[in-house]
């Protein structure tokens, strides 16, 4: 029976060398290092030192999440992922009416400078590589993470990590936008200013395909609408005059890695191939750096189950072994009881155990790039590149990535994707173990980490005293700036800093970017 890759392409039972007829390796591959950077952006790869190995997590109170770093860092993750409640993600303080209920649920509670002072109490920054998941607000987050650093003296050039920073993608998959996209586009470029002129070994952006994967793209879908609004948000700061080579080196990207190994690895291959082409031939980027594509992966949530819950160790392993494989910068493995609850401590530090498996008791980090020449690897990443490029010039046709957004393109090419998958599940046509094969009659018990609700309460009691204690005259001064620099032409993080220094909530800042942008409701909400 013929087989199709997740994005519905054909894959042959046997590959062999009419597979790469007319193909010129110096072209399709160069060497490591070099353009087209198919084999990976860095010359030694993983034989010089293994990826950075991240555990993302946060949850509850600061003061709870930081003991869980703590614990991470001490059993080997170099890299902390932070993530924040869904109140934070929006722009709401934990006492705002709309964040009842969801406090400290799905990430940790940052509500001003006071918790992000707790969060990282005892977690030297300087020596630390923080990857914070926000994107409509995530400059305040940014903001907040080097006002805390200036406090432990550490000098914001010594400061490395990422601010996702994306709310394209808030707009195609997932929803936690707070302005319109032109506004949300002014404020992303405001952010690559600020980077470069403040903070030049942070990345200013992590543009994501994580998030639309977890809503139904395939492999194709997520490359080509990640890489398409990539372009975008190179056009918005050419367009607000900055040089490409100034900020171009700091991007990052963030792709998922699902359990269908192959063209998971093509994937990551191709997505190198179409960027440097792009940055090459349509922006004109002369540093080699504008043109690499570095990547952080994650394994992917979606493809996890609560049915047989120990059976997500092995997918999850499949997962990171093939972003290893495809030459990701660094790597979230997913805990195994993700599709029940946030994870537990035991869960964490086996995901991230699964990584210290891959890079030192096995080869995969001993040579470069172990795939290249693979004539079935070769052929799936030329044909996972032909699609996603042919999308993107669909995306192109309808006047680029905001355009499209606007009319509902992308997020309608996921949902379709999304529903071709849910029928194949429920119909036994695609085999999810545990869930439509190889079940249990009666699943084993598992007692899942519960976050305390006890927690939103004490949020609230913490700003109160906040709002108490701090010179309310200097928070109204500074929360004028911003917006007097909002409705202007001026990077509005500089004002923005100011107002988070005197202690202004990150749901006050936010409010105040929505008197003068306003609040962002899509065409079908109606």
Known sequence: MARETESGLPIEPVYGPDALTGWDPAERLGEPGSYPFTRGVYPSMYTGRPWTMRQYAGFGTAAESNARYRELIAHGTTGLSVAFDLPTQMGHDSDAPLAHGEVGKVGVAIDSIEDMRVLFDGIPLDQVSTSMTINAPAALLLLLYQLVAEEQGVPADRLTGTVQNDVLKEYIARGTYIFPPRPSLRLTADVFRYCTAEIPRWNSISISGYHMAEAGASPVQEIAFTLADGIEYVRTAVAAGMDVDDFAPRLSFFFVARTTFLEEVAKFRAAR??????????????????????????????????????????????????????????????????????????????????????????????????????????????????????????????????????????????????????????????????????????????????????????????????????????????????????????????????????????????????????????????
């Open 273 to 526: 191939r179409i960027w440097a082409r792009v940055m090459r031939e349509e922006f004109g980027a002369r540093n080699p750096k504008s043109l690499m594509l570095r990547f952080h992966t994650q394994t992917a949530g979606v493809q996890l189950t609560a049915q047989q819950p120990q059976v997500n160790l092995v997918r999850v392993a499949v997962q990171a072994l093939g972003a290893v494989l495809g030459g990701t910068q660094s790597l979230h493995t997913n805990s195994f009881d993700e599709a029940i609850a946030l994870p537990t401590a035991t869960s964490a530090r086996l995901a991230l155990r699964t990584q210290q498996v891959l890079a030192y008791e096995t080869d995969v980090t001993a040579t470069v790039d172990p795939f290249a020449g693979s004539y079935a690897v070769e052929r799936m990443t030329d044909d996972v590149e032909a699609a996603a490029v042919a999308l993107m010039d669909r995306v192109e046709e309808l006047g680029g990535a905001e355009a499209a957004i606007e009319q509902g393109f992308q997020k309608a090419e996921i949902e379709r994707n999304a529903y071709r998958i849910a029928q194949e599940t429920d119909s036994g046509e695609r085999v999810v173990v545990g869930v439509n094969s190889f079940r249990l009659d009666e699943e084993e018990p598992y007692e899942p980490l519960r976050v305390d609700p006890a927690i939103e309460a004490r949020q609230c009691a913490r700003l109160a005293a906040l709002r108490a204690g701090r010179d309310q005259g200097a928070v109204d001064a500074a929360l004028a700036a911003l917006k007097k620099a909002a409705g202007g032409e001026d990077n509005v993080l500089y004002p923005m800093k100011e107002a988070l220094r005197a202690r202004a909530t990150v749901g006050e800042v936010c409010g105040a970017l929505r008197e003068v942008w306003g609040r962002y409701v899509p065409a079908d909400a109606f």
